[in-house]
């Protein structure tokens, strides 16, 4: 049974979910792999309705073994994957890291959507103007992966009719100063990769570029009319055991080009000081006040509420029944 809304954002959360988990190739590495990992660490012995707000909080620390659970993704390496196999994990990255993070932030007045591009994608369009660059004559959404967005005064009541991107857009720009955005780039590596967010990142800080040779924001919107604007990167990483020893230390370059993003870095992996944070860690840095704005307003006892309150809710999330 598909989750009721507890407000109207998760009419629109919904949306987000069912677009990027019903994709094919992903729901079949669900149905095979990942749901039977999450499972194990969010139902006692499997059984329906047992999951905890103390579950869901801690699976952020194991999602490096629901991703890697699959066969293809064990123990592999950055470098050896042919493109086809490099796309597919990264959809799949993407797709698992939207169904945890609105298991999170489910009953909030945030939400995480997928790529600006994406055919279903639910951001709504202030947003995608705000976080467009433009370069002369050149418009990008390239590096908008994941966005992360607070919708305020959307707690109200379901209205009659539903609540989709428009509506939520129409809130957005009535609540412009009010409203809080972070870009998440996802890549499953990190040592290949750790330039792009870095360099991504002084673009997205330096809002009034001296030079004028580019511009973040088009036709009329700018980061700088929201509450909170970052940019943060979020790995597995892959790379078998290496991924969270040897290679993920803090004087390393991938490590130290990722370590000062206005958004954080993070992976699916318990916090390490000085290397990466816990992608549970995400919500609570870069949508403060909207987590404020719960009844709880903390994070892990927003959780706890929204599972106690909808028992059924976690198993909706597993059967993805949305």
Not at 142 to 149: F, I, K, M, V
Request: aromatic share 10%; hydrophobic share 40%; charged share 20%.
């Amino acid at each position: 049974m598909p989750p009721k809304p507890h407000i109207a954002l998760d009419e629109l959360r919904l949306q987000a979910l069912a677009g990027v988990c019903s994709k094919e190739k992903f729901k079949a590495l669900w149905d095979a792999y990942y749901r039977p990992e999450a499972q194990k660490h969010l139902l006692a012995g499997g059984k329906p309705g047992s999951a905890t707000g103390e579950k869901v909080w801690r699976l952020g620390e194991h999602l490096r073994e629901v991703f890697q659970s699959n066969p293809a993704k064990r123990g592999g390496s950055d470098g050896g994957e042919g493109q086809a196999m490099l796309a597919t994990a990264g959809s799949a990255f993407e797709s698992l890291l939207v169904w945890y993070l609105n298991l999170l932030l489910w009953g909030s007045e945030a939400i995480v959507s997928g790529k600006v591009k994406d055919q279903y994608s639910t951001i709504p369009d202030t947003l995608r103007k705000i976080t467009t660059v433009r370069m002369g004559n050149y418009t990008s959404n390239s590096e908008t992966d994941l966005l992360a967005y607070s919708v305020p005064a959307s707690a109200m009541a379901v209205p009659h009719g539903g609540f989709g991107r428009k509506e939520a857009d129409e809130l957005i720009r009535a609540n412009l100063h009010e409203t809080e955005l972070s870009i998440l780039q996802a890549k499953t590596n990190w040592r290949d990769n750790a330039q792009i967010p870095m360099l991504w990142n002084w673009v997205y800080e330096d809002l009034n570029p001296v030079s004028g040779a580019y511009v973040v924001g088009v036709d009329g919107f700018s980061p700088l009319g929201l509450k909170r604007f970052t940019y943060g990167f979020v790995t597995v990483p892959t790379g078998g055991e290496d991924g969270v020893g040897k290679n993920a230390e803090p004087h390393l370059m991938h490590v130290r080009r990722v370590s000062r993003l206005s958004g954080g870095n993070y992976w699916l992996h318990a916090t390490k000081d000085g290397v990466a944070n816990c992608i549970n860690q995400f919500p609570g840095n870069n949508l403060r006040c909207a987590i404020a704005r719960t009844d709880a307003g903390h994070l892990p006892g927003h959780v706890e509420q929204m599972v106690d309150s909808y028992p059924g809710l976690v198993d909706a999330f597993l059967d993805l029944d949305f």
